[in-house]
């Protein structure tokens, strides 16, 4: 079984507001990704890191920021909330330990109003 | 041309049946190919990994992988209304590359 954590799980916030979505694992893994997924629809990788102080924009553009401080924390930000942030936002992380295998969080599901 | 690409689907089979499903990948270099099956509303869980060329079985799950014609499939025998889900191919190479799923409906 996957150690990857995600909160909140849910989440309802009014427009402009500041939040930010946490995961983190205790499996040690160095690569962490953040995915955006709408309800239905496919996968869009948005921000994943290969370590601590590496960062990098996904496939998807995106208006949120991630930090990667800590081997095991990969929180995700976004300054200003609009609707059309509304989606679930998945963490998943992959390493050694794993065998390669990618290892997701139960996902974050963001509504803005 | 996508990395992975998936049958598009839907996908429905009778209860009981073979479901198949396909995936295609453009990276002659890919080394670790996964299926993953996500219900409604859930993130995706890990169903089958395969490596080499071949057939790997699990219970009623087979993936088969063929690296020169750059292809992995799914075969989910005696198909259950509860493998009612979205399949997803993933390709590693370097890094994870997923397909966008098949939907699959498995009539009672």
């Known amino acids: 079984e996957a150690d990857i954590y995600q909160t909140p799980r849910y989440l309802v916030i009014g427009t402009g507001k500041k939040i930010t979505l946490e995961c983190s694992q205790t499996m040690g893994h160095d690569k962490m990704y953040w995915y955006q997924q709408d309800p239905g629809m496919e996968l869009h990788l948005i921000h994943y890191?290969?370590?601590?102080?590496?960062?990098e924009k996904g496939d998807l553009s995106s208006e949120s920021t991630v930090s990667r401080i800590r081997t095991e924390h990969f929180p995700l930000t976004l300054e200003s909330a609009r609707p059309s942030h509304t989606s679930q936002y998945l963490c998943?992380?992959?390493?050694?330990?794993?065998?390669?295998?990618?290892?997701f969080g139960e996902g974050s599901w963001l509504t803005v109003v | 041309q996508k990395e992975v690409e998936q049958n598009s689907g839907p996908l429905s089979v009778p209860e009981g049946a073979i479901a198949s499903l396909n995936c295609t990948y453009s990276?002659?270099?890919?080394?670790?190919f996964f299926w993953y099956r996500q219900y409604s509303g859930k993130s995706p869980e890990l169903i089958m990994s395969i490596y080499s060329n071949g057939d790997k079985e699990d219970g009623r799950f087979t993936a088969q992988l063929n690296k020169a014609s750059q292809y992995v499939s799914l075969l989910i025998r005696d198909s259950q209304p509860s493998d009612s889900a979205t399949y997803l191919c993933?390709?590693?190479?370097?890094?994870?590359?997923f397909g966008a799923g098949t939907r699959l409906t498995v009539k009672p």
């Open positions: 993933a390709v590693n190479c370097n890094d994870m590359r």
């Open positions: 990276d002659r270099v890919s080394q670790s």
């Open positions: 998943a992380s992959i390493g050694r330990s794993s065998g390669n295998t990618i290892y």
């Open positions: 890191s290969y370590g601590v102080n590496s960062t």
